[in-house]
């Protein structure tokens, strides 16, 4: 089944504990984001790649990091997590600008 | 750099009843695309319309995009109880540019 998976699904940390979220995709698609979702702000970009080894900031970047060593895994990496990175995050890959968003990972920071 | 803004915020309607929901945005695009989601869930593609493309339909689904009012609407026809979730636009300036979504209808159809 052509799927975006996330894990973990569900986090509770506190603040400074590095913590990294993965993501992977089986549609061997070449463009991946990472969206947060915040209520009241809407789904915001926080980073996108365009293929292996290419990645660039999105709208909301600051305090997070990515990696895209192979095209299928896109993982996102909060080295210091704070309270205000407490939202639920989205991972997805693309195909001829459709985006296939994954279940979702809800992030809470103490 | 929030572009589309969708219109009402929520909507509560009747099964049966077709729900309309109105998206603005403000800069030239390429494609404008409608997703849906249901609570904490991730999003769902239901359609795509190119910037040259007035009118498209899927099943129950009616869209249209004005470029020169740069606003495109969603019509439900004939809603049921599990079209209840949010909607969002989403457009792109050009090819290979990131998304930007708005910050979504909240629809509930009420049975």
């Known amino acids: 089944e052509a799927q975006v998976t996330q894990n973990p699904r569900y986090l509770i940390t506190v603040t400074g504990k590095k913590l990294t979220v993965t993501c992977s995709q089986n549609?061997?698609?070449?463009?991946m984001s990472w969206y947060r979702q915040d209520p009241g702000l809407g789904l915001r970009q926080i980073y996108y790649?365009?293929?292996?080894?290419?990645?660039d900031k999105g709208d909301v970047p600051e305090g997070y990091k990515v990696s895209r060593k192979e095209k299928r895994n896109f993982p996102l990496i909060l080295e210091s997590p704070s309270p205000n990175q407490t939202s639920l995050y989205f991972c997805?890959?693309?195909?001829?600008?459709?985006?296939?968003f994954g279940p979702g990972t809800r992030l809470t920071v103490l | 750099s929030q572009q589309g803004e969708e219109d009402p915020q929520a909507l509560s309607i009747q099964e049966g009843e077709n729900a309309t929901m109105n998206c603005s945005y403000k800069?030239?695009?390429?494609?404008l695309q409608w997703y849906r989601q249901n609570s904490g869930r991730g999003l769902v593609h239901l359609i795509l319309?190119?910037?040259?493309?007035r009118e498209k339909h899927s099943g129950r689904l009616r869209v249209t995009l004005d470029t020169s009012k740069k606003s495109s609407s969603l019509l439900i026809t004939a809603s049921r109880a599990a079209d209840t979730a949010s909607y969002f636009c989403?457009?792109?300036?050009?090819?290979?540019?990131?998304?930007?979504f708005g910050k979504g209808t909240r629809l509930s159809v009420i049975a």
């Open positions: 790649s365009m293929n292996v080894e290419v990645t």
């Open positions: 997805a890959s693309s195909r001829q600008g459709v985006e296939f």
């Open positions: 549609m061997n698609h070449e463009y």
């Open positions: 800069t030239s695009i390429n494609n």
């Open positions: 989403a457009t792109d300036a050009q090819r290979n540019t990131p998304l930007v």
């Open positions: 319309i190119r910037s040259n493309e």
